[in-house]
């Protein structure tokens, strides 16, 4: 089992003993009281080309937003910046029979969404992908 399937098993192991008290935002994304997302699913959803899954979108909220290689290293790398109101889209990955719209976790069990990283998210050609803090100072979901 790789690192990132063992992570999503212990948090969704965790989630079913502890449940977090989480209310709803107006995109209908699960937020904690520190405004933290843990799912990355929203009604509104991309497009993409096939064999890639629709993800949801997601706009930019904060004047500047970093997108990095991975979360869960001690030294984190820039891909891409992003800038106030650009959208980008969550990255929708295969477990089991359905989607994985759960967030990784860093050391300190703040959730971070893969998204798709580069600025046309629709293309084949720019696959960029890398990983944004999960917290609504920095994104919202897209509404209707």
Do not use: H
């Given at each position: 089992m790789n690192?990132?399937?063992l992570t999503i098993a212990l948090f969704l192991l965790a989630a079913s003993l502890a449940p977090i008290?989480?209310?709803?935002?107006?995109g209908g994304s699960s937020?904690?009281?520190?405004?933290d997302y843990y799912r990355n699913d929203?009604?509104?959803?991309?497009?993409?080309?096939s064999p890639l899954m629709p993800g949801s979108?997601?706009?930019?909220?904060?004047?500047?937003l970093n997108c990095y290689t991975d979360p869960l290293a001690d030294s984190k790398i820039i891909i891409t910046q992003f800038s106030?109101?650009?959208?980008?889209q969550a990255?929708?990955?295969?477990?089991?029979?359905?989607?994985?719209?759960?967030?990784?976790?860093?050391?300190?069990?703040?959730?971070?969404?893969h998204i798709r990283g580069g600025r046309n998210i629709d293309s084949p050609a720019?696959?960029?992908r890398c990983y944004v803090r999960a917290n609504s100072r920095y994104i919202q979901p897209v509404k209707n």
């Open positions: 690192y990132r399937k008290s989480c209310g709803q935002n107006p937020v904690d009281k520190l405004t929203t009604p509104v959803k991309g497009t993409t080309f979108l997601w706009r930019v909220v904060a004047s500047q106030r109101n650009d959208i980008i990255e929708v990955w295969r477990g089991g029979a359905d989607e994985v719209l759960v967030n990784e976790l860093d050391s300190e069990g703040k959730p971070w969404m720019d696959l960029t």
